[in-house]
């Protein structure tokens, strides 16, 4: 039973161009969470979702962030126009079905913006 | 808004020394969970406590939790080497389903 998957592990981009982040849950897996980590700090969360629904976003910044699960495929973040300040690690977890199951989380998406 | 609060956020200790990690959090919640940290690499659970008074322990680490007080501790006993990480406690917001994650705390451990 694979963990879950993301990719890529690095990712460089220059500003102003779009960023998608891909992360494959576990199987099994019905819950996405992605977070944030800037360099020596913890995590901050940006979105919680199920199969096709947002359930939370409350941490993803209003312009320029999105997030999907569709019922097809990982689930993916997109950051369009990026910028510095967007550098980070960008950890994407699972848990089952119910959701307040401990976080199985990836090995994460570190963003460079150039 | 759930808060949580950990410390200290550095932490150097001595091989063999015993020390505790604090976390605090600011809204009721019976449920937290603390996860580990390489350098460079991903989270890992380490303990889930899900009810007041629950206490878990794994080799040389224990974790226990005080719902009442909003406390969870992680005790670190005989520190050796290999426990050098960032330890991080993450509280879930039962409402919301999230979890909202401390700080750190970055622990070094000296021969």
């Known amino acids: 039973n694979a963990g879950v998957m993301q990719n890529p592990r690095h990712l460089v981009r220059r500003r102003g161009q779009e960023a998608r982040l891909r992360c494959s849950p576990m199987k099994g897996h019905s819950h996405v969470y992605w977070y944030r980590q800037l360099p020596e700090e913890g995590l901050k969360f940006m979105v919680y979702l199920q199969k096709e629904n947002i359930i939370d976003e409350s941490g993803m910044p209003k312009e320029r962030f999105s997030a999907e699960f569709p019922k097809e495929g990982p689930s993916i973040l997109r950051i369009q126009q990026v910028v510095r300040g967007d550098s980070a690690a960008y950890f994407c977890?699972?848990?089952?079905?119910?959701?307040?199951?401990?976080?199985?989380f990836g090995s994460g998406t570190q963003l460079s913006v150039l | 808004e759930l808060k949580v609060e950990q410390n200290p956020l550095f932490l150097s200790m001595q091989e063999g020394k015993n020390y505790t990690i604090y976390c605090n959090y600011s809204?009721?919640?019976?449920?937290l969970y603390w996860y580990r940290q390489d350098p460079g690499k991903s989270l890992e659970s380490l303990f889930v406590l899900l009810s007041n008074g629950a206490v878990k322990q794994e080799g040389r680490l224990m974790a226990s939790l005080d719902t009442k007080a909003r406390l969870s501790t992680l005790h670190i006993t005989a520190a050796v080497h290999d426990l050098s990480a960032t330890y991080f406690c993450a509280v879930v917001n039962t409402n919301a389903g999230k979890s909202t994650f401390g700080d750190g705390t970055t622990l070094t451990v000296k021969p």
């Open positions: 809204t009721t919640s019976d449920r």
């Open positions: 977890a699972s848990s089952p079905l119910v959701s307040l199951e401990k976080l199985f």
